[in-house]
């Protein structure tokens, strides 16, 4: 997530520029979100080290953008409804990567979003196309519930006299009479799919990392919270290398305000036959049972 570019926050571009150059040598597909101004900059993946580039130019200014090493060969965009700001749908290196930016606004309006997702991805499911979805999904993950729990998430929230943070992640609360409980529906119904949490190692280990707050945005209230909001989700004709990781280093502190997050994928042998057996070792990696990567094509995406 850049949040910059020509006209705001300019001064976040050049070092990103020059941190995707030198990672263009190392990964094959990079999406990016809040590419704000990008339609001005027609030359920003050559620069950065890509020879192919795409962008969705979203209605709220917030732009997505993806940058690949080998060619897209088939692209949809869908600015607005039923998403707040896009899904931009792409393929490269044999998979499909469904790229978005999820309303900040509320969980009930994630759902929507994250149900439309779930059809898409069905249907791609369906004819055997290997289907990635990443982005800044700004929602919690039942994956994460444990860390929610041990780190006290719940008080901070609770604490936000605006009531936006309530409104962002909880349900409950207010009028309702209930007391605030996390909403984790949008992302259950992304796992429902099926889709997989890469962040998810091959013991079943939970999600280790969080990727807000950044150096950049310490005081920014929606980011009030360590939380892993930015998400690589695989569907079954996919498995991980390793578990993804973020990217919190020095460079990526003052580049975003949202950390990076990295994933080495292989796609499975079975793509395009339906893909059975390798449906059922992905569902353990995340109950707990060791998985071996499917031989095929390696290919390391960056979030």
């Known amino acids: 997530v850049l949040w910059g570019g020509e006209?705001?926050?300019?001064?976040?571009?050049?070092?990103?520029?020059?941190?995707?150059?030198?990672?263009?040598?190392?990964?094959?597909?990079?999406?990016?979100?809040?590419?704000?101004?990008?339609?001005?900059?027609?030359?920003?993946?050559?620069?950065?080290?890509?020879?192919?580039?795409?962008?969705?130019?979203?209605?709220?200014?917030?732009?997505?953008?993806?940058?690949?090493?080998?060619?897209?060969?088939?692209?949809?965009?869908?600015?607005?409804?039923?998403?707040?700001?896009?899904?931009?749908?792409?393929?490269?290196?044999?998979?499909?990567?469904?790229?978005?930016?999820?309303?900040?606004?509320?969980?009930?309006?994630?759902?929507?979003?994250?149900?439309?997702?779930?059809?898409?991805?069905?249907?791609?499911?369906?004819?055997?196309?290997?289907?990635v979805v990443v982005g800044d999904l700004n929602t919690l993950s039942p994956l994460d519930s444990e860390a929610h729990r041990s780190s006290g998430l719940m008080a901070t929230l609770e604490q936000d006299e605006t009531f936006r943070l309530q409104e962002k992640f909880l349900s409950g609360g207010g009028d309702s009479g209930e007391a605030y409980s996390f909403d984790y529906r949008p992302m259950q119904t992304l796992l429902d799919t099926p889709l997989y949490d890469t962040a998810v190692d091959a013991g079943g280990s939970p999600p280790r990392f969080t990727t807000v707050p950044t150096a950049l945005d310490d005081s920014d209230p929606m980011h009030a919270a360590p939380m892993r909001l930015d998400m690589i989700l695989i569907s079954p004709l996919l498995s991980t290398v390793s578990a993804a990781r973020v990217l919190n280093t020095s460079e990526t502190d003052v580049m975003s305000d949202h950390y990076a997050v990295e994933c080495d994928v292989c796609v499975s042998d079975t793509a395009g036959g339906g893909g059975g057996a390798h449906h059922d070792s992905l569902k353990g990696r995340q109950s707990g049972n060791a998985v071996e990567g499917a031989e095929g094509v390696h290919s390391r995406q960056e979030l």
């Open 7 to 131: 006209g705001q926050h300019p001064g976040r571009l050049g070092p990103l520029k020059e941190w995707l150059r030198k990672r263009s040598r190392e990964v094959d597909f990079v999406a990016l979100q809040e590419c704000n101004g990008w339609h001005k900059l027609p030359n920003i993946a050559e620069e950065c080290g890509f020879a192919h580039y795409e962008l969705l130019e979203c209605s709220t200014g917030y732009h997505i953008a993806v940058m690949s090493n080998t060619p897209l060969t088939h692209v949809e965009r869908t600015a607005g409804g039923p998403y707040h700001h896009g899904l931009l749908e792409v393929e490269a290196v044999g998979v499909r990567f469904l790229v978005t930016h999820l309303t900040p606004r509320n969980a009930s309006a994630r759902l929507k979003e994250t149900t439309e997702i779930q059809r898409r991805c069905r249907q791609l499911h369906a004819a055997g196309i290997p289907t």
